[in-house]
């Protein structure tokens, strides 16, 4: 289970911290992923990071941006994000991964948080 949170409104320029605390299975089993879906539009990828928490990979949206991080031993995950854009508003989703795939594509997750949702005002 995957619960996101962390989000709100927010100013352009400002920054947020959204976190996701997973419960259940072991947390380092899992690559963790962050998604958003803006009204009207697909769900998108915004950054994964893997099992041991080295390797990190961005949307070139928010590359240089944003910071996804883990810390394993509370099993929660990070989404650091600066420099906020109006653009940047969303529904912010966490989803975990026990396959193989790049960890880009929605379809590469088996579970998913219920969402936060991100407001960024100009």
């Known amino acids: 289970q995957l619960q996101a949170s962390g989000g709100g409104l927010v100013q352009a320029g400002g920054s947020l911290r959204l976190s996701c605390a997973a419960s259940?299975?072991?947390?380092?089993?899992?690559?963790m992923g962050w998604f958003r879906q803006a009204p009207g539009k697909e769900r998108e990828f915004v950054g994964s990071i893997r099992r041991s928490g080295i390797s990190t990979y961005y949307a070139d949206s928010v590359k240089g941006r944003s910071t996804i991080s883990r810390d394993n031993a509370k099993s929660t995950l990070y989404l650091q994000m600066s420099s906020l854009k109006p653009e940047d508003t969303a529904v912010y989703y966490c989803?975990?991964?026990?396959?193989?795939?790049?960890?880009?594509?929605?379809?590469?997750?088996?579970?998913w948080g219920q969402g936060t949702l991100v407001t960024v005002s100009s």
């Open positions: 259940g299975r072991t947390f380092t089993s899992y690559v």
């Open positions: 989803a975990a991964a026990d396959g193989l795939g790049n960890y880009r594509q929605p379809s590469d997750y088996e579970y």
